[in-house]
């Protein structure tokens, strides 16, 4: 069965510091894709990164990098120079079935504190 | 621009009540999905629905139905509401047939049951 695993309930980073928070996931699909979401006190969902399962490079958007091990089934999202702002709950989630039946699953999330 | 626009935003129900949760997308996507966000369990998946006329159980289904209605709404009901269904619903949209697009989210009803 589908499994999105985040280990770290919370996290605390410096300010202008990087941080890693963890995922692993379990599939039996070859073709799924991988997900980050940000998600402030507010409440809405603000879609951060994707990665495919057959994308050869780790996807990178701006202050956003994802560690893509296939292999170990793991795909950790790497912030780099914390901001204030990027103080919030951070998912991830993982989708297969696209031809079928198009299935997205999220994990627990990890809360992350940026400290000034 | 609407986008997913669920209604109502906040709801307060005895138990054994009932009542649909309704969502519609203006962005002609195929995927469309339920989801409650509990503290400490993330988002999970109540039913889904990859096109008009499909619907598939998720991981918490039970004492909930679902209708798509058509392409653009995606009803959730509550047929005898219980206090373990306390909890935020969140409804999203996405395009099929392509595994990269992300998914939309509405703002959430906020649904407490007494």
């Known amino acids: 069965a589908q499994k999105i695993t985040q280990t770290q309930p919370g996290m605390f980073v410096q300010e202008k510091e990087a941080v890693t928070l963890d995922c692993t996931y379990d599939?039996?699909?070859?073709?799924?894709?991988l997900f980050w979401y940000k998600q402030p006190s507010s409440g809405e969902m603000i879609f951060l990164i994707y990665q495919g399962s057959y994308d050869e490079q780790n996807a990178t958007e701006g202050r956003y990098s994802l560690n893509f091990q296939k292999a170990r089934k793991s795909a950790n999202l790497v912030i780099s120079a914390s901001q204030l702002g990027d103080s919030a709950m951070y998912f991830c989630?993982?989708?297969?079935?696209?031809?079928?039946?198009?299935?997205?699953?999220f994990g627990p999330g990890t809360s992350l504190s940026v400290i000034p | 621009n609407a986008g997913v626009t669920q209604t109502p935003k906040f709801q307060v129900l005895k138990t054994g009540q009932s009542m649909t949760l309704q969502c519609a997308q203006d962005?002609?996507?195929?995927?469309m999905y339920w989801y409650r966000q509990d503290p400490g369990m993330g988002l999970r998946l109540i039913y889904y629905s990859a096109s008009e006329g499909t619907t598939d159980k998720g991981e918490v289904p039970n004492g909930y139905n679902v209708s798509r209605l058509n392409k653009r709404e995606f009803s959730l009901r509550l047929e005898s509401a219980a206090p373990s269904q306390t909890s935020v619903y969140f409804c999203a949209s996405s395009e099929a047939r392509d595994l990269g697009q992300p998914q939309h989210f509405g703002d959430g009803t906020r649904l407490s049951i007494l």
């Open positions: 599939t039996s699909d070859q073709s799924y894709g």
């Open positions: 989630a993982m989708r297969e079935g696209l031809a079928s039946y198009d299935k997205v699953i």
């Open positions: 962005m002609n996507h195929n995927s």
